[in-house]
């Protein structure tokens, strides 16, 4: 019997060989030429030697002090009606957002700017892809507020216990500057867009949500569609 | 065992449904008295007037609203109003209960940044006995419990294609358990034998036979070799590479349940070179309102609040100070060698992510799913066809536009736009 035990031992260390053989997916596993997969500079998302001021190992760094955005235009009182200034980094440079300070820039915001873009069909067809994309989720197709997130297919509720409003009800009341702050910085319960979508980006997906709300496009303000009633509901509004 | 199983499962499901039969029955004869044509009208007004702000059984901008009625005839009378009333007041305009100081409105008026609306002249009297009827019942008359989306797509746990170590040791365990069988049963042969007074000559034992011993050569150098070629080949390759990630974060919760588009949250895809691992802010989007997760509850989501500094009890960004990024892990990793860009393929190739991803919208930790190999590069250079008639990347390539409507090519491969010159991708 021990004889025969003792002749199992290569059978099992073939067995060990063998089962070691088998990859890990939890390692990436080896490579041919470190330095050549892994350069010196860094790319993308991944973690870099040096800490940040914050302690972090983050390869994403803030640009130097007084760099310039591409595309930047300079705050000036005479190019402020210039579109190319209104589509510029503006918004990023010139608005703040704060939960203090949300009401007071919402209001300035929906003075102050004014839609740059022209209303075509490709701006109004991609404004609805990249609708389809952000938007959906919460606001629906429609725009009724009924998202996946919010209302279930079968009629439950989702996980996303606020409804947005109805762009029908709601988007007449609004200054088109008042939307774009909004897509930017976000309200309440709805964030901010103002990091996944460029200027013009936001531009054409207000563009595509007036469409579905059925507000004529170059209305530029809320005063033309709304009426007696909704003028009230806005006052309102503003006192929120 | 199987049967066994069965039954047992049938079992679960038969006493899942009876309780869900005497659940809705309870539910239909606790609220028998409510009136479904109110209920339903303070619904409607509920979801076009109040539920971007409030939920009747959750916090958002304003507080849950369930029990205010109560809470509100705790408030006591005051000049000569119940509880009740003053809570119309508010609903109605809620500066006139603030400026009359009913004492609960004030505290409810400090105790929220955000502050309400105004609905006098949109809601009448009656409409707010609606809306606070459905809000006490929300649950009255709830859609069936079918409509619940399962918790996770389908579960895709075991990494590539590769078999796990557990599954060769287990093959071999039963290799030697084979073994030392035949050996038991011919030690017995030989005992019932010797008993019997049959003397046998000692006979060769099978692994000490030549022809044994070189079918075992041959086979050891066959799989040896094949061994050899196969790690070689995957050398530097990530297929099936499926790392523990900091956040159990599920694809197919997120793109597979709740159908949420793959550029929502990765949208330099279709921007630029990388694409992105979406910061928190993006992730905030959402679970500033989600704080509870179908699987894990509340304590995934809490890492996500603890890495951008949310305090979800004030609903404010009060702890930004102590903030740190999740340190996710990269699964696709190309040598600095090869360039590639996913917007060029996103945008001009319009290729799907499920073509180079797999299916992510099923997986609940992701993979990689392609061997990410210069072959399979090329494989998919040489078959794909260009969407090329009406994509104005394509305009300037004359030569071929000329040569597709002279018939002299009858289709455009990436590869007959130049996608398997070595310069493309290596420079």
Known sequence: MRNQIIKLIPVAAIALILASCGRDAKTPGRIYMPDMTYSNSYKAYVASDVPTPEGNLMSARYPAAKTIPYGYIPNDSAVRSNPAYLMSYMAKNHYTHSAEKWQEEFDRAGKEIKDPLAYTDDNKSEGARLYNINCTPCHGTKGDGAGQLVELPGGGDGPFTSRPPDYKTRLPLENDGNIFYVVSYGKNMMGGYGFQLSVKERWQVIHYIKSIAGINGDDNGAGATASAATDKGKKDDKKK | ?????????????????????????????????????????????????????????????????????????????????????????????????????????????????????????????????????????????????????????????????????????????????????????????????????????????????????????????????????????????????????????????????????????????????????????????????????????????????????????????????????????????????????????????????????????????VYQYSPLSMGWCINCHRQTEVQFASNNYYSTYEKIHQDLKNKTIDKVTVETIGGTECQKCHY
């Open chain 2, 1 to 365: 065992m199987i049967l066994e199983h069965h039954a047992q499962a049938s079992k679960k499901l038969s006493l899942t449904t009876l309780l869900t039969v005497f659940l809705c029955l309870g539910m239909l004869v606790a609220h028998a008295e409510i009136d479904k044509a109110k209920w339903s009208e303070g619904k409607a007004l509920f979801k076009s007037n109040c539920a971007a702000c409030h939920n009747p059984t959750a916090d958002g901008t304003g507080p849950a609203l369930k029990g205010a009625t109560a809470r509100w005839d705790g408030g006591g009378s005051y000049q000569g109003k119940t509880g009740t009333q003053w809570l119309h007041v508010w609903i109605n305009n809620w500066h006139d209960a603030v400026n009359a100081k009913y004492p609960y409105a004030v505290a409810m008026r400090s105790s929220r940044p955000a502050e309400m609306n105004v609905f006098a002249g949109v809601l009448k009297d009656a409409d707010i006995d609606n809306i606070l009827l459905y809000v006490e019942n929300s649950d009255a008359f709830a859609a069936p419990a079918a409509a619940a989306p399962a918790a996770g797509g389908g579960s895709a746990q075991s990494g590539g294609n590769a078999p796990g170590a557990s599954l060769y040791i287990f093959v071999l365990f039963l290799i030697v358990l084979v073994a030392i069988l035949i050996g038991v049963t011919n030690r017995l042969d030989q005992i019932i034998d010797e008993k019997k007074g049959i003397v046998t000559a000692p006979k060769t034992r099978f692994y000490k036979k030549p022809n044994f011993i070189v079918a075992v050569i041959l086979v050891l150098i066959v799989y040896c070799g094949y061994a050899t070629v196969d790690w070689g080949v995957h050398l530097g390759r990530q297929q099936g590479y499926q790392p523990d990630q900091p956040i159990k974060f599920s694809h197919a919760l997120h793109a597979g349940t709740h159908k949420i588009d793959c550029q929502y949250c990765h949208q330099t895809a279709y921007k630029g070179k990388n694409s992105n691992i979406p910061s928190l802010n993006t992730c905030m989007n959402c679970h500033k309102n989600v704080s509870k997760g179908p699987k894990y509850g509340t304590e995934e989501i809490a890492k996500i609040y603890a890495a951008v500094g949310w305090d979800p009890a004030t609903k404010t960004y009060a702890n930004a100070a102590s903030a740190k990024p999740v340190e996710w892990v990269r699964i696709h990793n190309l040598p600095d060698h090869v360039y590639f860009n996913h917007s060029q393929h996103v945008n001009a190739g319009k290729v799907q992510c499920q073509t180079c991803h797999g299916p992510v919208e099923t997986m609940d930790q």
